[in-house]
């Protein structure tokens, strides 16, 4: 829900209501607030077997040293992360302005539309795992592990096909009628996980031993996509495509 909300409201502030960096802080705080409303809902209700009561609330000397041991590392974590976005809004705000702020909630709502599907399967086969650990019924924890492996990694490769086969409409369904936001956000999907460039010499390495071991490598000239985008950016009818293939090759003869 937080997501999705995010990644609508994040442009309607900056360009419909022309809020700036400011609309896309009260975006994102507002659809956690959202996102933590709907939880506390859940419980305050009644819907929920778990119950909120004061009296379970006061701290255990017993408990907390366990709550601090386990939630420790996931909390550096998210901390990182916090550290790391606030980082890249401000280079993004600072070489892109607003419009590559707002691409790059798209970008961040598409992926965390599948790890917060794949979290959802992680925290409930948890309480699996652990009744039958406790039961000794290891059969049904290795069952139950399994599936949930194979579940993230369908929902994963899920993800992934989407992203590739339709890249476009996915992003344009947060973008509008914008074209630049469209597009920006189109090539933030596609290099997100780039570390350098495909042609960048210290991958030639791989290239000559994948190709050694007879190992098919996929990359791109620069961009990766549909039916539509590889029959525009083949190396055969884009020149800039085919000037980096043959940069490619020549780095790779020398």
């Not at 408990?63 to 916090?82: E, H, K, M, T, Y």
Request: hydrophobic share 50%.
């Amino acid at each position: 829900i937080g997501a999705v909300l995010n990644a609508v409201l994040c442009p309607l502030f900056l360009f419909a209501f022309r809020w700036g960096m400011k609309g896309a802080a009260f975006a994102t705080v507002l659809s956690q607030a959202v996102s933590a409303a709907w939880v506390m809902f859940n419980y305050l209700t009644g819907r929920s077997l778990l119950k909120l009561r004061v009296k379970n609330l006061r701290p255990s000397k017993e408990i907390v040293p366990r709550i601090l041991a386990i939630g420790s590392a996931p909390f550096a974590v998210n901390l990182a992360n916090s550290l790391m976005n606030g980082v890249m809004n401000n280079q993004l705000q600072r070489y892109g302005g607003d419009l590559a702020v707002s691409s790059m909630g798209i970008v961040f709502a598409l992926g965390t539309l599948f790890v917060f599907i794949a979290f959802g399967i992680n925290g409930g086969v948890q309480p699996i795992i652990g009744y039958n650990y406790g039961a000794r019924q290891y059969p049904r924890v290795r069952q139950a592990a399994l599936f949930a492996i194979g579940a993230a990694a369908a929902v994963f490769a899920l993800g992934f096909a989407i992203v590739q086969l339709v890249p476009r409409p996915l992003v344009s369904l947060f973008a509008g009628a914008s074209t630049e936001l469209r597009d920006m956000g189109y090539r933030g999907l596609k290099i997100i996980g780039s570390k350098r460039d495909y042609d960048f010499h210290g991958y030639f390495r791989i290239y000559e031993a994948a190709e050694v071991a007879k190992l098919p490598i996929l990359f791109h000239m620069g961009v990766i996509g549909g039916g539509v985008d590889y029959s525009i950016t083949h190396p055969r009818r884009d020149p800039k495509a085919a000037e980096t293939m043959q940069r490619m090759q020549r780095m790779g003869r020398g």
